[in-house]
């Protein structure tokens, strides 16, 4: 009711206000412990904006817990918007945020609203799963894996996951696909994937989903066929082969295409002739280098970049739209936060 559309909105604003505090804080890079001047030391002032980010979480736990739906849809999409934002904009440390999501319980909560038996909306669902993409993915300028895709796969993702890649809703289809394929550059994840037998699923996106389902599947699969023979048995046999050389001869965009045909050249390799990774860290490096390329060939079809993006000075992220100081100076930051986070950051953090 009215009571929970209030509590939504304080937490979107709380949320704006810690996010534009801790960009404004991070003048230098951060690190992961929390350090965000850059000056080896956890001081007092980065303890309270760590506890202040850690009570938002709570507090965004709590209505997506209990809140009606509309509270469950605000909240998941700041908590959405947020691991998003660390992860393009780097506003601080992405690796600060997402540690303080895990330990707010904020990956259960989220994962508990991709339940078929759960009270979430559509809308929610999606948030969710957005959120738990942003949260999963991995720093690709490090071979080392921070474990958060795994923990987000230990907590129950990956079913749910892989059923709402056949969801009649295709605003689920596209998210879920989206997420599968960053949770597949983990390698438990990857092999929870296949247990599941994500594969199927993600070859019908790919052949009938839409432009944008059809991306994301194609960095899921290719993730998926990453030193498992068994992926790569299943998607060729599954209509795989025949989907990758549809989109390698038509699919819009050269780089698109050029993906495509060299994985159906991949698959259609012997296995013996297949390049393996013989270590946990080259495996992590090829999957890096797979996201990224992706993720190019996302951002030059789509205009959004899913997986990295140069920081903007100063750590705050920079603003969108032309209009993001008038606006900002006309009180929008206060009337609309959620869009204002979204596209003028650093117009509301005074830095415009």
């Known amino acids: 009711g009215t009571q929970s559309a209030r509590d939504a909105m304080l937490c979107r604003v709380i949320l704006l206000i810690v996010l534009l505090g801790l960009g404004a804080a991070a003048a230098q890079e951060p690190t992961a412990d929390g350090d965000t001047n850059g000056d080896g030391v956890v001081d007092a002032a980065e303890e309270r904006a760590q506890q202040q980010l850690h009570d938002s979480l709570v507090q965004a736990a709590a209505l997506m817990e209990h809140g009606s739906a509309t509270a469950k849809e605000a909240a998941t999409e700041e908590i959405a918007r947020m691991a998003i934002i660390t992860t393009i904009d780097q506003p601080f440390h992405p690796v ?3 540690n303080a999501a895990i330990k707010a319980g904020i990956v259960e909560l989220l994962v508990a609203l991709l339940s078929p038996t759960a009270d979430a909306t559509a809308a929610a669902q ?3 799963l957005a959120a738990l993409e942003a949260i999963a993915t991995d720093d690709p300028t490090t071979d080392l894996d921070n474990d958060h895709a795994r923990y987000v796969c230990d907590a129950g993702a990956v079913q749910h996951v892989v059923r709402l890649l056949s969801s009649p809703q295709e605003q689920l289809q596209v998210q879920s696909a989206a997420c599968a394929a960053i949770l597949a550059e983990s390698v438990p ?3 929870a994937l296949s247990a599941a037998k994500a594969e199927v699923p993600l070859v019908q996106l790919g052949t009938f ?4 389902a059809k991306l994301h599947a194609l960095a899921a699969l290719e993730q998926m066929a990453l030193n498992n023979p068994l992926a790569r ?3 060729a046999k599954g209509g795989g082969l025949e989907m990758l050389h549809g989109v390698g001869g038509f699919g819009s965009g050269s780089d698109l295409r050029d993906a495509a045909a060299d994985f159906a050249r991949g698959l259609e390799a012997s296995d013996e002739t297949v390049q393996v990774a013989v270590d946990i860290r080259s495996h992590a490096r090829r999957a890096h280098e797979t996201r990224l390329k992706h993720s190019k060939i996302f951002q030059n079809h789509v205009g959004v ?4 993006a140069t920081p903007s000075p100063r750590g705050v992220p920079g603003d969108s739209r032309a209009e993001c100081i008038k606006w900002a100076q006309e009180g929008e930051c206060e009337r609309n936060p959620g869009f204002m986070l979204e596209n003028c950051a650093r117009s509301c ?3 415009g």
């Open 96 to 98: 600060t945020y997402r």
């Open 349 to 351: 953090a005074g830095q």
């Open 305 to 308: 970049a899913r997986s990295y």
């Open 189 to 191: 994840c990857q092999t």
């Open 233 to 235: 048995e299943r998607i």
């Open 126 to 128: 999606r948030n969710a």
């Open 209 to 212: 989903g839409n432009d944008v």
